[in-house]
């Protein structure tokens, strides 16, 4: 499969525009390749005076700058010779040369592809659609085979979903990441699982290769409610979220379980096609018809699993599906490209 250019979501974006800000403060007056310099953490978060840094906790700080070092080191322009804990624990001191004082950093950045692009470039291709059917397609119909109708609903989903779940990591291990370093987020009445990645695909990946892994969101799945806040603080805790910045006109910021319907903001968001999320297409119109009949009828078991082609966290297709009460299996997979 050629791999299409970068198309960053998320935490990418703001990295690269935190390392801008970063290489902007660092001591750098001489133009002396041997010249060694010094900063500490503290000075860099004070001198950032972002208040997502601030909110962080110290790891998280110390890891943004961290990262910072690794693309400037990456793209050329410094070359880190040491990073040590200071005095005080959290505070740590970074020694380093610069090697190029006059780099052009948006133009380097360009050149790496390591820059958000306007539009998605992402192509779904008959190879693909038929690597769902032989490869990542689960057969539900065989978990609800044995089920006795007789007893309770949710007393039988509890009895299928482990199976499910396992089935959903087995597939998922197979779409780029075959060794995911998985997260349950429970939600209410919901959960989503998440590959936080701690590993890459090799050892020696660096932020900017080709095979760099993004987080993302296996599956989220569980039991329609009432809306669990209101849709003005949803809407406004989604505008002050810095990291989720998407760049073309066709993508929303979708939810993998509607709002209207219990599902929470954070990793139930994915940049989502907007004519499938705002039902304006044929397809979108399907879509709605299950989020509405999900909203209509409360207590519904319901999942949606991403389906992925590559190492990044815009699905191509989304897996949508609900379990009735009379344990009826809808579901159906709407591209997302």
Known sequence: ??????????????????????LKILPKQKKDKDSVYSVCSEIVLIALKWRNLKEQSIDASIHFIDTAFDILQQLGIVELLSRKCGCEADIYKYSYKIKYPDADFDSL??????????GTKQILTSEM????????????????????????????????????????????CKMGNPRPYIMGFPFDTYEVLYDQIEEYPNDEADTLADDYIEERTIVAYGYSSKP????????KNMRVDDQRKWADKE??????I??????????NIFPQRRDINRGTSEAGKRYKA???????????????????????????????????????LVVEVFENV
């Open 109 to 118: 950045i360009k050149k790496s592809g390591f820059s958000p692009i306007q």
């Open 129 to 172: 659609k038929e690597r769902l059917k032989t490869e990542l397609s689960i057969d539900y119909n065989s978990l609800l085979n044995g089920i006795d109708v007789s007893d309770g609903y949710r007393e039988q989903i509890t009895k299928i979903l482990p199976k499910m779940i396992h089935l959903w990591k087995q597939s998922y």
């Open 1 to 22: 499969m050629k791999r299409r250019q970068k198309y960053y979501f998320l935490d990418y974006t703001e990295k690269v525009s935190i390392t801008k800000r970063i």
């Open 228 to 235: 669990q806040n209101e849709r003005d603080a949803n809407d």
């Open 251 to 256: 993508t929303d910021r979708g939810h993998f």
């Open 258 to 267: 509607a709002h209207s319907f219990g599902g929470n903001i954070w990793v």
């Open 290 to 328: 299950m989020e509405n009949y999900l909203l209509k009828n409360e207590g519904i078991f319901c999942f949606s699993r991403p389906i992925y082609f590559d190492f990044y966290n815009r699905p191509y297709l989304i897996e949508y599906g609900y379990i009735s009460r009379d344990f009826e």
